[in-house]
């Protein structure tokens, strides 16, 4: 799929415009969980996630909310790897066309 300016379009919608660090990405997860799926293009539910826990974050105190802040911290990681993963193979298929 492809937008009229031809550039690829990936499968959450956004146009690719060029290759992402996969390093940073991953740095940009680990340390601020969904910062780094925003870096990756899912800017709406990068931010989601990084309220959500920062919220945990301040009553971790409770058992809950820390083991949701750490699924979230998890699904953060792997979401940031599937999507710069497939923004970077797009992009290299559009340049090599």
């Known amino acids: 799929m492809s937008t009229e300016n031809g550039l690829p379009v990936t ?28 870096y990756a293009g899912r800017v709406g539910l990068g931010v989601v996630l990084f309220i959500v826990e920062i919220i945990c974050a301040c009553i971790a105190f409770l058992v ?29 298929q559009h340049l090599t066309k």
Do not use: Q
């Open 11 to 38: 499968s959450h919608g956004n146009t690719v415009t060029g290759e992402k660090s996969m390093v940073l990405g991953m740095i940009l997860a680990f340390f601020l969980g969904g910062i780094g799926l925003a």
């Open 64 to 92: 809950i909310p820390a083991f949701i802040a750490f699924i979230i911290w998890i699904v953060a990681l792997v979401l940031t790897y599937k999507t710069i993963k497939e923004n970077n193979a797009l992009w290299v």
